[in-house]
Each structure stands twice: as C-alpha cells, then as structure tokens.
C-alpha cells in the first residue's frame, strides 16, 4: 500500500452544493492530494488489519467484544449463542472489508452508489432483522440533538452529494467526502457509521493507498470533525483527522497478530476516549522501537483497556493466508 502525500497551500477543493441539504456548506480542503506524491509504499492489506479494522469499527459503535472473542468469531467461526446479532455483525463487517474484490469496488453511477450501500448492508447487517437489511430508513432516526435527513430526502440527498463526489479526483478526497456524506445522511435505521467507513476506505483500497482506522481513543476526534463540518461547514478537523488515521494504519507491519496487538496496546489505541481526556492521553504514531520484541517499557501507557482481554484459543488466525483473495 502507499500513502498519498498531502500539501499545503495546493490548490483549494471548492465543491458548493446550494439548497436545504447537509452539503449546502462549501466542501473545501487547504491541503488536497498530490496525486503522484508518495509517502511510502507497505505491504497488502493482511487479514489481521481487516480484523482490527472491523473490530475497531464495531466497537465504537457499541459492538463491544474482548479481543479474544472476536478472534474465536472471525477466525474460528464461533458465534455466541447469547449474542448472536453482535457477534454476526462483527463477522459480517469483516467478511466485506477482507476481501479484495468486495473493496475494489467503487460507484461510477449514482445507481452503483445505491447498489453498494444496500448490498453492503445487507451482508453486514444480516442477522438483525429489525434493522432491515439492505433497505433505506423508513422512519426518521437521530443522536442527540442531531436529526438525521428524513427517509423520504434520503435519495435526492445522496443524489445531490453523488454529484460532488463525482468532481473529486483524488483517492483521499472521495474517501473522506464519501464518508462525510453516509455518516451526516444516515440513511438506514442502524449501521450507517459502518457503512461510512467500509464506503470511505474502499476508495483508497481500490487505489491501493493505506486504509484508514479509528481506534477506539480516536472515535470522539472523528466525531467532532463530522459535527464541525455538517454544523458550520469546517472540514479541516475531519480531514486531519482522517489523514492522522491513515498515516497510523500505514505506520504498522500487520503481519504478525501478536505484534500488531502489542503496538496497538502501546500506541493507546484500545483506551476509552473519555479515559483519555482525563488522563491526557493521546493516540499516537508507532516508534520504531515499539515493533521490537519484549519492549515493555516502551508501553505507551493506558494503552490497555476494556475490551482487549485475549484469553487463549486454538485458533492462530496468523497462520492463515495473510494474502487470501476473498472474503
């Protein structure tokens, strides 16, 4: 995988949509994508960064398992029979989000865009009947004070941001617009954060750029960015956000679980944001030293956190094809 360079004082991404919808702020970036610019390049995508990726994913929405169970659901195929819903939806996330050919594919009609989102989350949602599967929201849903677009403007809203969409010419660009606009349309009855960052990091992986992760500590960082946008039009929160996300994901080897857990553990990922806060811890980039083997005193403190217990299976999801194809 690469990571795109992003410079400032590029040339600004003006893309202004007029009228009653969440877009009608002018969508702007002081720091676009150069498009042949190269930070780096990593290894492919491996199964134990999908794993993180859908673990994390599901978590901050409430999804919440110890690692070791999510180990025994993804890579051993065991479901909770207390917990079935959950464990299918953490399952379903990482079917879609492993395999290469799922996350190669990106709308170039807006009639693809529906297709996607819908068959999507049909696939992650499956074992939630209630939530309906793969339809649009029929009832108006909201968080807070926040009130989501109503089911009946879901269409012509994602009509009306396919359309910028469309305009945006960089992998990092649609990625985070595409985000933006499934999270602030919210157009099914559950799911849509999900389905926001599936959508957002199928752009870069059908560019083959590094994904982008939010670790548990980060969720609080991408939802104010969400919020600053959507309230008064200030993209620049989100988007360091994101970019700080993907520089994070590309900073990591992923081909050893055990590894992986550990700088994960030391880089404050799996802490609680409000514990954070509290504490003044940050997430943070990976050192170098952090890779090296028995480094405990490198632990980046508080890193270890609700939610990371591995109790120890049978199953070494490391011993399987970190290239496998599909899903």
């Not at 009855?189 to 959508?199: F, P, Q, T, V, Y």
């Not at 299976?313 to 496998?324: C, G, I, K, T």
Request: net charge neutral.
């Amino acid at each position: 995988m690469r990571l795109t360079s992003r410079l400032p004082g590029r040339e600004k991404l003006q893309c202004t949509l007029h009228g009653e919808t969440p877009f009608a702020h002018p969508w702007k970036a002081d720091h676009r994508s150069a498009r042949r610019g190269q930070r780096g390049s990593g290894t492919p995508v491996t199964l134990h960064a999908a794993f993180f990726e859908a673990y994390f994913s599901n978590f901050n929405e409430g999804t919440e398992f110890e690692i070791g169970e999510a180990e025994d659901i993804i890579f051993g195929g065991r479901i909770h029979n207390d917990r079935p819903a959950d464990a299918h939806d953490i399952r379903g996330t990482f079917d879609i989000v492993s395999s290469r050919e799922e996350m190669a594919k990106t709308p170039k009609k807006f009639e693809e865009l529906l297709g996607l989102l819908k068959q999507r989350h049909a696939l992650m949602l499956g074992g939630r009947s209630e939530t309906m599967p793969g339809e649009f929201k029929s009832k108006s849903n909201r968080a807070g004070v926040t009130t989501f677009v109503r089911p009946d403007e879901v269409i012509g809203t994602l009509e009306k941001g396919f359309e910028i969409y469309s305009r945006l010419d960089t992998p990092f660009d649609r990625a985070v617009f595409m985000m933006f606009m499934i999270a602030v349309v919210h157009p099914f009855s559950d799911g849509n954060g999900r389905s926001a960052r599936i959508m957002m990091n199928a752009e870069l992986a059908v560019a083959n750029e590094s994904r982008i992760i939010i670790p548990t500590i980060y969720r609080s960082n991408c939802l104010e960015g969400l919020s600053l946008m959507s309230t008064h039009g200030d993209p620049d929160t989100l988007i360091r956000t994101l970019d700080f996300g993907q520089r994070y994901v590309h900073s990591f080897h992923w081909s050893n679980l055990d590894q992986t857990m550990d700088v994960l553990k030391k880089t404050n990922a799996f802490l609680r944001p409000e514990e954070g806060d509290r504490n003044g811890i940050r997430l943070r980039l990976p050192r170098a030293v952090d890779f090296a083997r028995d480094n405990d005193e490198n632990d980046g403190g508080g890193g270890a956190s609700g939610g990371v217990g591995r109790p120890q299976s049978d199953v070494r999801p490391d011993r399987l094809d970190p290239e496998r194809k599909d899903g």
